[in-house]
Each structure stands twice: as structure tokens, then as C-alpha cells.
Nanobody, 127 residues
Framework: QVQLVESGGGLVQAGGSLRLSCAAS????????MGWFRQPPGKEREFVAA????????EYADSVKGRFTISRDNAKNTVYLQMNSLKPEDAAVYYC????????????????????WGQGTQVTVSS
């Protein structure tokens, strides 16, 4: 497992942007597929975006396609979520997660498959 710490959340107006970061501990970060999930108030945790450890494969929830971009820097043990054109419905606690994989192309949208989670960072979007 890896230890994950998210940062970058905050309050932003609708239409604005935020970039979330997730810093991972451990020397094997480059062999972990990474994902971002969110949990709006009173709702279940939902998939946002995922990226393979090779960086070549990504997957997005339909609700964020064209607005959010997931990326990673394996040299810095960090995964990012660039969020543009934010909407009030994007408000949630955002979590990053990691799952070990020997497959460089592997991306995973199912939260149940992840075995390491960060503590979350709050994103608030005012209308």
C-alpha cells in the first residue's frame, strides 16, 4: 500500500478552476493505477477519473468529461486533477486512491478495487 495525501481543495465560484494534488509515499508509486473519487453531501462516493501507471490510459465519468483532466508525475509521486468550468454539483469531498497493478494500461473506475485512500479534500463551488 501507499500513503496518500490530497491538497488543493477550497472555495471557488461556478465557472472557476481548481487543481487537486495527491502526494504518495513509497518508491513504487509508478506501479500503481490511480483514481479520483468524490462524495457529495448526503450521497455515495462516486468515480471521477482514473489513470494508468504508464499515463497512457485515462477514464472519466461522463459528468466531468471535457472539464476535468487527470495526470500524474511519477518522478514526483503525485497525481493531479485539473478541474475547469466548475459547477455547483461538483461540490464534494474529493479522494484519491491507488491500486497496485502489473499492467501498464490498467485503469479502474470501481472504488471497491482500490486498497489505498487519502483523507479527502473539500471542494466547494458557489453559484
Amino acid at each position: 500500500q501507499v500513503q496518500l495525501v490530497e491538497s488543493g481543495g477550497g472555495l471557488v465560484q461556478a465557472g472557476g478552476s481548481l487543481r487537486l494534488s495527491c502526494a504518495a509515499s513509497g518508491r513504487t508509486f509508478s506501479t500503481y493505477a490511480m483514481g479520483w473519487f468524490r462524495q457529495p453531501p448526503g450521497k455515495e462516493r462516486e468515480f471521477v477519473a482514473a489513470i494508468s501507471w504508464s499515463e497512457r490510459n485515462t477514464e472519466y465519468a461522463d459528468s466531468v468529461k471535457g472539464r476535468f483532466t487527470i495526470s500524474r508525475d511519477n518522478a514526483k509521486n503525485t497525481v493531479y486533477l485539473q478541474m475547469n468550468s466548475l459547477k455547483p454539483e461538483d461540490a464534494a469531498v474529493y479522494y484519491c486512491a491507488a491500486v497496485f497493478s502489473r499492467r501498464s494500461w490498467y485503469v479502474e473506475p470501481r472504488p471497491s478495487e482500490y486498497d489505498s485512500w487519502g483523507q479527502g479534500t473539500q471542494v466547494t463551488v458557489s453559484s
